[in-house]
């Protein structure tokens, strides 16, 4: 509706006018009366985001890219908005659709807001739920050392204690199996059992490689927080990054956003800070004089010839990254209000 109106009178449909037409549809559709009023009003919002995000691109000279319709198949998640939703023993009440066996994972602290129910490609259901909480305590400042971390594709990470990840590669590991499944999938026909089955064998790889990748982020984002003070990331514009076709594989499987973020969620709780500093030059510079070297990505190592300081490159990129946080740190600090 808000499409074909936009099309034929060139009119944007608010968020309040179709919420008020959802009564007539109701009655015209006596299926949608089988769905709880709330999860169809979150429906309503979800594609008003979408159109206010894909006009913001447009304006912004962006290429738009406009919502992709979710048909029947598609449609993975519903959400509850405080109501409609209990939790009673070993079991979740939802509003027209009754009790379902859950195992909860801990318990629900604080007041539940929204409660998301939410299906996998391989059949897996999930409650998700987001709860309103008091003020945190501060936790404690963590008595720890400082670290400068380069992320990068030779290695997952390079620390400036001379230390390194090495980068797991999962989806290269799986990409002979995931093209062995897909090759098998379009070859079937398209509307058939066999090509049901094909394709559940393909979510599932992608699956474990996403299992996998999150469960390595959050692991080394743990040892982080538990060892470090202070983190020190660069901010690195990953979707700009992903334009360079020949990196783009490489750079999706090894996940650096999101080892930034895991690091920042835990870091709030552990009593560390993170912190994110500009990219610029910090695999160019030489940490002992400053000199700018130029490298190509080829040249692994870093050669001064101003000071003869010869060492890793991704190493020397650490140490740039950890001197220009502290930098950051102190200039902060230096503008603090003083009592």
Not at 18 to 45: D, F, H, M
Not at 128 to 134: A, K, Q
Not at 158 to 183: C, V, Y
């Amino acid at each position: 509706m808000r499409k074909n109106t936009w099309e034929t009178d060139n009119k944007s449909i608010s968020l309040y006018e179709t919420n008020s037409i959802l009564v007539t549809w109701k009655a015209q559709r006596p299926e949608l009366k089988q769905v709880y009023s709330q999860v169809l009003q979150n429906v309503q919002v979800r594609v008003d985001l979408a159109m206010k995000a894909f006009f913001r691109r447009v304006k912004a000279g962006e290429e738009p890219g406009y919502p992709r319709f979710k048909g029947k198949g598609r449609y993975d998640s519903i959400t509850y908005k405080q109501f409609g939703i209990e939790i009673n023993t070993g079991k979740l009440h939802l509003a027209k659709i009754g009790d379902v066996k859950i195992k909860l994972h801990r318990p629900i602290e604080g007041k539940i807001k929204t409660c998301t129910i939410r299906r996998t490609p391989t059949d897996k259901w999930f409650a998700c739920f987001s709860v309103e909480i008091g003020d945190l305590p501060l936790p404690p400042w963590k008595d720890g050392s400082v670290v400068g971390i380069d992320i990068g594709l030779e290695s997952f990470a390079t620390l400036s204690n001379s230390e390194k990840i090495d980068n797991p590669k999962f989806f290269r590991e799986e990409e002979r199996a995931l093209a062995k499944a897909q090759s098998k999938c379009d070859k079937l026909p398209k509307v058939s059992s066999l090509r049901r089955k094909a394709t559940k064998v393909v979510e599932r790889i992608h699956e474990r490689i996403s299992n996998r990748r999150n469960d390595f982020a959050n692991q080394v984002s743990c040892q982080l927080v538990n060892r470090f003070g202070v983190i020190i990331f660069e901010d690195l514009d990953i979707q700009n990054m992903l334009k360079n076709h020949h990196l783009a594989k490489s750079i999706s499987d090894v996940a650096w956003g999101m080892l930034v973020k895991a690091t920042e969620s835990k870091a709030a709780y552990a009593g560390s800070k993170v912190v994110l500093v500009d990219p610029s030059h910090t695999s160019q510079m030489c940490s002992r004089c400053g000199l700018i070297v130029k490298k190509d990505l080829s040249e692994r190592i870093h050669s001064c010839s101003e000071c003869g300081l010869s060492m890793d490159r991704d190493l020397n990129a650490a140490i740039n990254i950890l001197r220009v946080g502290m930098q950051s740190l102190l200039r902060k600090s230096d503008r603090s209000p003083t009592l």
